[in-house]
């Protein structure tokens, strides 16, 4: 029995040691686990606890014309900024006499209540010290306090913006260092020349939606400032360019989320600088000449495509829309309909302008030569309806040189009827007539169009009709067009190519390369076309486009007066597209005016060929740099 005892005593003892063995072999596996491979999950646990990332906005690229003269920048933009991280002791203390209060009163107690009355009181009584400095009487939103409190903590709260010079400089001299109100000056986009080509320029606005992509670590808690994004023009299109790239910051921060300790930085990147290929100083004369007026003006080198002029009127001054825009303004210019580009988002009919294309049309096809003629007794007589010439005149026998200088609607709605609208059809095809420029620009309408039967019969508008022939042949009808579209076809027409990609932006390197790239030869013989621009050259020294001539410059072009219903009531659209110099043609032009009241009597020669007049001397017989 002993002997039994004293063999059973080691074995509990064995027991116990394996067992002890086993839990500190489970401890040990336990702390290992912990800290040699849990290790990285708690660190980046912790760090997403202790730590908070703030992203820094970059400045904004600049923008230039093509002679790198200075069209949007960027201003100082002074403000006054609260550091909430400055105000921890002032919050407790306001809490804990507010709480002192209630319990003395023996009032009911909503601590959150007591929390938020107490950061309002505080934040409210340093407004009222600059309020004293300024002679102003701003109040704090406590709805906007609480929200910052809670979502934005890490970041100042901006209590004051778009303070004066004169106000900084108050605030700088008056308020101590290192004290919770801090001026600051941030940048905002500023457009020397106000309404210059702004419709062309465009506009940035504050905006939340700030990249943070990529910068430091961006499992972080992120705090976002407020950034700049484009909404309009270059500033849109360039958008991704001219942000440049944002850096960022990441800071400890305590138990209650105030920032502690900076302890990574990325400084951002600057946006890149554009030039763009507007011309400053021709950019001038064209708005001037369109003051007061409802239309537009372009203008490009014929052997690039660079728009050198993009007016458009009405229009707005970029300033008021920045950094962001009030209601009161964005009514405004919706009611003046100074939203609209009218040079690429405008359709009209080209009226009188789309004659070159059908004389083209008929001659390429040799349905017509420049002897054939046309009897015009000042009128086309198709069906019920009498299709008029110019001011009901009757022109007697015209052959198409006559046709074009005149411009004779008898002579091109005959000859059209005698082939037929198909060749017409497939020729504005044949130069894009149909289809958008795909400028670098946004927002250019696809709602153009080149009309044929299949179309008309698709849409259900019946047959074509005799009268749908002559309309197009006139460009009437439901023919509609861009600006923009009639200034590159134009210089189509001066190149002999069927297509002129235009440009907003400047590449000095482009006079190198071929512009010519999916464009198609014009298909005239050398005679025909030579002879077409004698004839369009005719137009502005005997014919419909007089007030375009100059007596140092030979200007090739077309008048045209369209008719529109606006609001009910029918409007004359005034056109003149041309290009000059006829013996080797450099610049293209077109313009166009609209009436406005029913007093206005527009017509393309009387309104609109004085322009392109001024625009074309602008930049032949002036200083091209304009120094």
Request: with cysteine; net charge neutral.
């Amino acid at each position: 029995m002993r002997a039994a005892e004293r063999s059973f005593g080691p074995r509990r003892f064995f027991l116990f040691y394996f067992a002890l063995g086993a839990v500190l072999l489970l401890l040990l596996s336990g702390l290992v686990w912990r800290q040699l491979i849990q290790h990285l999950f708690f660190d980046a646990q912790e760090r997403r606890q202790n730590t908070r990332r703030v992203i820094r906005t970059a400045a904004r690229g600049e923008i230039y014309d093509r002679h790198g003269r200075l069209l949007v920048c960027n201003r100082p933009s002074y403000a006054l900024q609260l550091c909430l991280t400055s105000l921890r002791h002032e919050f407790r203390h306001e809490f804990v006499r507010r709480l002192n209060e209630r319990t003395a009163l023996e009032k009911p107690i909503d601590l959150q209540e007591l929390q938020c009355a107490a950061r309002l009181h505080v934040v409210q009584s340093h407004m009222d010290r600059v309020n004293a400095l300024l002679g102003r009487r701003e109040r704090i939103s406590p709805k906007c306090l609480e929200r910052h409190f809670w979502q934005k903590r890490l970041l100042p709260l901006l209590l004051f913006r778009d303070l004066s010079e004169r106000e900084y400089a108050i605030l700088v001299e008056k308020l101590p260092p290192n004290f919770p109100l801090r001026p600051y000056a941030d940048s905002a986009r500023y457009y020397p020349y106000g309404e210059l080509a702004c419709h062309v320029l465009g506009y940035a606005v504050s905006t939340q939606e700030v990249d943070g992509e990529g910068i430091l670590d961006d499992t972080l808690l992120t705090f976002k400032p407020f950034g700049q994004m484009g909404r309009a023009g270059v500033e849109l299109a360039q958008d991704s360019t001219l942000k440049g790239e944002n850096g960022g910051e990441i800071w400890s921060v305590d138990p209650a989320g105030f920032q502690r300790e900076l302890l990574e930085h990325q400084e951002p990147v600057p946006g890149k600088d554009l030039h763009l290929s507007l011309d400053r100083e021709l950019q001038l004369v064209a708005e001037d000449a369109l003051e007061g007026r409802c239309g537009s003006a372009l203008m490009l080198e014929i052997a690039t495509g660079e728009l050198l002029v993009m007016a458009s009127r009405p229009s707005y001054d970029l300033n008021r829309l920045t950094p962001f825009i009030r209601p009161e303004t964005f009514q405004e210019i919706e009611e003046q309909g100074a939203w609209f580009n009218r040079a690429l988002q405008g359709l009209f009919p080209p009226s009188s302008t789309f004659k070159i294309l059908v004389a083209m049309a008929l001659l390429k096809g040799k349905y017509v030569d420049w002897h054939d003629t046309v009897d015009c007794p000042g009128y086309s007589q198709i069906g019920n309806r009498k299709f008029h010439c110019d001011s009901h005149r009757c022109h007697g026998t015209v052959h198409l040189f006559d046709a074009i200088t005149r411009s004779c609607n008898v002579f091109f709605i005959e000859k059209t009827r005698s082939v037929g609208i198909l060749p017409i059809i497939a020729e504005a095809k044949r130069f894009g007539l149909d289809q958008p420029t795909g400028i670098d620009l946004p927002y250019e309408t696809r709602r153009m169009l080149i009309p044929s039967p299949e179309w008309k019969k698709r849409r259900g508008f019946g047959p074509w009709l005799g009268g749908d022939t002559a309309n197009t042949a006139i460009g009437q009808g439901y023919t509609l067009v861009t600006p923009l579209q009639m200034a590159c076809f134009m210089a189509s027409v001066a190149r002999g190519k069927t297509k002129t990609q235009p440009s907003i932006l400047h590449d000095p390197i482009r006079h190198l390369q071929s512009v010519d790239q999916g464009a198609e030869d014009i298909g005239l013989s050398p005679e025909d076309h030579s002879q077409l621009l004698q004839a369009l050259e005719s137009v502005v020294l005997s014919g419909t486009g007089r007030r375009a001539a100059s007596r140092a410059l030979h200007i090739a072009g077309k008048t045209g007066t369209a008719q529109v219903w606006l609001q009910g009531r029918k409007r004359n659209v005034a056109w003149f597209v041309g290009f000059a110099p006829i013996e080797k043609p450099e610049i293209a032009v077109a313009v166009e005016i609209q009436e406005q009241e029913d007093e206005d009597h527009f017509y393309g020669g009387k309104e609109s060929a004085p322009i392109a007049k001024a625009m074309l001397e602008a930049y032949f017989l002036g200083d091209k740099v304009f120094q």
